[in-house]
């Protein structure tokens, strides 16, 4: 079993919609969950971080966290052309480095 | 503005060669860390630094070497041991050694083997 798991997708969705990514993870020690999104090409940027239950929002984003069942996910509301990139999901176990789903590609179809 | 600056952007590598592959920061950052992305996949952890002159291996070590001489750099050596390269590396650092915040990532660097 993976430590970090996405659905690769990709994911496609019509502009205007939510778009709902999910992660599962295998250490139930972890503390703290980070969204980063990578364009094609470019590195990964941070977008959402989140470190108790329940969710957490910023702007279109919303990070939610269930630790008892081991998912966090994120949706984007209002999804834009923009949005289209991968997805990764890290986890912070406690040890030495965060820990790296493989990403859900996310398409937004115009 | 503070950041990772990687270089180079793009790197060919022929057969055999050594290359070296630059990352440094200017955030104050204590902790820097390389990782390796080949397509469709994630980010696989290669080495890692926590302070100066004190580095660790990662899940993918081997064929690769690192120095952690200053705070500020931590460069990543490509050896003619690493079998299969070509990939995307990404070079990132934690504020305060910590990991609560997440990583800072510079810009990577694409290495192909020619």
Redesign the interface.
Known sequence: QKE?EQN?GPLSVPEGAIASLNCTYSDRGS??F?W?RQYS??????IM?I?SNGDKEDGRFTAQLNKASQYVSLLIRDSQPSDSATY?C?V?TGR???T????TRLQVQP | DGGITQSPKYLFRKEGQNVTLSCEQNLNHDAMYWYRQDPGQGLRLIYYSQIVNDFQKGDIAEGYSVSREKKESFPLTVTSAQKNPTAFYLCASTKEGTLDYGYTFGSGTRLTVV
């Open positions: 970090v690769s503390q703290s980070f980063y090409g470019k590195s990964p940027e941070l971080s470190y990764l890290a912070n030495r480095a965060l790296f789903g493989s990403g």
